[in-house]
């Protein structure tokens, strides 16, 4: 199709075309009104006129007979105006009047209608359109009276003239108008429908171009962007989660399927079989915790948890999680500190809040206490994990502290990548998804994870936004 059927075809252009057509009839219908009105309303006058000028002369008739009228009219047919008088008798001669005959048109017209007279001036002679009232005053005489409405057919005739000539050229206008509008929006259209086209001829990172204008057609740009966006991050992820099962959960599945193929080869009796199942079990338990601690990082980052918000208390969560955990801190002869400065209230979800805590405590009791009892450093506080609740601008900060090796700042933002475990802590259980849960979480709640020196140690900071200040931020609201 060509660009001009194209817009002809648009829907834009139909639409205005309709809207014209709307617009032009009912316009047409009222000055067609209003036409008529005038018209009839002027018609109405002169008949009026003539009217009060025929009862006027038959008043004289009923007087003083034919010769008043012949006087009267003789007196009036002088006066300068538009007037037309003519008297006449039995045979239709004139007896006095201003015409010089009777109208054609009003011979054997009874009552009246319009007629054609020539008026002489000094400026020649014209055609000119009247109206007359015939009256038969007796069997014998008869009165014609007229009157010129020339100048009235003639404003009709140019009125039309105009309101034809106007409304053509208002159609045009409209049309052509309705034309450049719709090329203008398809022009634009057009750039979404190109950019959409490479976006699925494969190049997720191609984006619709924005104007900058504002207008609607830059916002629905804007948010088809934004859904773009959201696309490439969810397959992105997706990829990285298919690439983190093919490496890294490949290698623990190998080892655990040469480990049983060992056992069954070199069958060293039953206890030694024995060992080695409960080894697997031992494994597939960690590789089935990992699955699932994927899968939930997979899920949160698609962000399919998010219904499930509501308003919960940091500060309750906080004591749950350092409650559960004081046990195991204590037979590891550690101490663990929770301390509030003030409570807050945040829109989220309050079991991944506390699982996300949770990770924490435990990195802390994993990495952060490394190297025997706790060594009451003054100032440094009395235990060994604190956690800290506090308020900073529009975030609630969960602060998670430990007094161990730290990490350096050049592995800060590794760390908190699927799977990243530092060389120091390969030793320890466990399967480097940890950070990735909190980080997860963080994001999902539209906060942030931030690793901090603790000197020594290292300062977990996990801050969640305020509720109050989610209502006004509609961005993270409802994901
Ligand atoms: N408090 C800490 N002090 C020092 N290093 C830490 C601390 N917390 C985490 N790390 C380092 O960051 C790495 C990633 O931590 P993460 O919690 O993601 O995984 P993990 O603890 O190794 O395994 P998982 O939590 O899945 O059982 C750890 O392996 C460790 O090297
Ligand atoms: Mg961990």
Do not use: C
Request: hydrophobic fraction near 40%; charge should be neutral.
């Amino acid at each position: 199709m060509t660009a001009i059927g194209r817009v002809f075809k648009s829907a834009a252009f139909r639409l205005s075309l309709a809207y014209l057509l709307i617009f032009m009839t009912i316009a047409g219908l009222a000055i067609l009104f209003i036409f008529s009105r005038t018209n009839s309303l002027l018609t109405e006058q002169v008949m009026q006129t003539i009217g009060a000028e025929v009862k006027g002369l038959r008043e004289q008739y009923r007087v003083g007979g034919v010769g008043l009228l012949k006087s009267t009219i003789d007196g009036r047919s002088l006066r300068p105006g538009s007037n037309m008088y003519y008297l006449s008798d039995r045979r239709g001669v004139r007896i006095a009047g201003n015409l010089n005959r009777i109208p054609a048109a009003l011979t054997d017209q009874a009552g009246g209608g319009l007629f054609r007279y020539t008026r002489i001036s000094h400026k020649g002679s014209e055609k000119r359109q009247a109206v007359g009232i015939v009256l038969q005053v007796t069997p014998d005489v008869r009165l014609i009276v007229g009157r010129d409405i020339e100048d009235q057919v003639s404003f009709t005739k140019s009125s039309r003239r105009i309101f034809i000539w106007g409304f053509s050229l208002l159609a045009l206008v409209g049309v052509a108008g309705g034309f450049l509008v719709s090329r203008h929006i398809l022009g634009r259209i057009e750039t979404v429908n190109a950019a959409a086209q490479t976006i699925m001829a494969g190049d997720l990172s191609g984006r619709i171009p924005v104007k900058g204008s504002g207008d609607e057609l830059d916002r629905l740009s804007e948010n088809l962007n934004a859904m773009l966006e959201r696309i490439e991050q969810l397959m992105n992820g997706l990829r990285e989660v298919s690439d983190n099962i093919a490496h890294d959960l490949k290698t623990p599945l190998s080892r655990l399927r040469n480990r049983v193929e060992g056992a069954l080869r070199d069958s060293q009796g039953e206890s030694h079989y024995r060992d080695v199942l409960e080894r697997t079990i031992e494994e597939s338990d960690e590789l089935i915790k990992t699955f699932n601690a994927l899968l939930s990082i997979a899920r949160l980052e698609a962000g399919a948890v998010a219904k499930e918000f509501q308003s919960v208390s940091l500060e309750e969560i906080l004591s749950d999680v350092a409650e559960l955990y004081e046990p195991l801190v204590e037979d590891e002869g550690k101490s663990i500190k929770l301390s509030v400065e003030s409570d807050a209230t945040v829109f989220g979800d309050r079991q991944l809040i506390g699982q996300a805590l949770a990770n924490l405590v435990e990195n802390a009791l994993k990495y952060g206490t490394q190297g025997g009892t706790s060594d009451k450093t003054p100032g440094k506080g009395d235990a060994d994990i604190r956690i800290l609740l506090k308020q900073a601008g529009a975030f609630a900060e969960i602060h998670v502290v430990d007094r161990g090796p730290g990490i350096p700042a050049s592995e800060r933002a590794r760390v908190l990548k699927r799977f990243v475990r530092l060389e120091d802590s390969r030793s320890m259980p466990g399967s480097g998804l940890g950070l990735s849960l909190v980080a997860a979480v963080a994001r999902l709640h539209g906060g942030e994870v931030r690793l901090d020196d603790a000197k020594p140690g290292l300062e977990v900071v996990l801050a969640i936004p305020l509720e109050h200040d989610m209502a006004n931020n509609g961005k993270h609201g409802n994901r």
